[in-house]
């Protein structure tokens, strides 16, 4: 069993290491993620980002997610970060950090959540898992991030 809760400050190194461990995110990845947490947590004032952690009953973090509003748009949030730890992987914490947000969008005036992917094999079970709570794939970009790696964009109405 797990709780999903707004992300602290101790929950820091956990997030760094599984964004490190699901083998999928670049160094760079890892760095921009780690940016965009220090100004959640030490910018208070500034509200582009929220992150989301999913914690077992030690409240140790098993995922997390961040998401925000999208620059220049009316009730468009982005998705930005969504990362589960390898042994957590598969027991349904991806999805209810999805189902976390999409009321907090709502109530923040959302009406549209969209996300940015990789179209490689590693990243075919978060697209799977993407499509099942309803997020549908608009646009694919060719080689985008690199040769042979494409940006895949899924987006869901907020009813």
Not at 43 to 69: I, K, M, S, W
Request: with cysteine; glycine share 8%; proline share 6%.
């Amino acid at each position: 069993m797990f709780t999903i809760r707004r992300v602290e400050e101790k929950d820091q190194a956990a997030m760094l290491e599984i964004t490190r461990e699901v083998g999928v995110f670049t160094q760079a990845d890892v760095e921009c993620m780690d940016e965009l947490l220090q100004t959640y947590l030490y910018q208070p004032d500034n509200h582009d980002y929220t992150f989301g952690a999913a914690c077992d009953e030690q409240d140790r973090v098993l995922g997390y997610v961040c998401f925000g509003p999208t620059p220049l748009t009316e009730g468009t949030y982005d998705i930005y970060w969504l990362a589960v730890s390898k042994a957590a992987q598969g027991q349904g914490v991806g999805s209810a950090l999805f189902l976390w947000i999409e009321p907090q969008v709502r109530a923040l005036g959302g009406r549209l959540l969209v996300l940015e992917t990789s179209g490689t094999p590693e990243y075919e079970p978060a697209r799977r898992m993407y499509q099942r709570l309803g997020y549908t794939g608009r646009v694919a970009v060719p080689d985008f991030y690199r040769p042979g790696d494409d940006l895949v964009i899924f987006s869901k109405p907020l009813r």
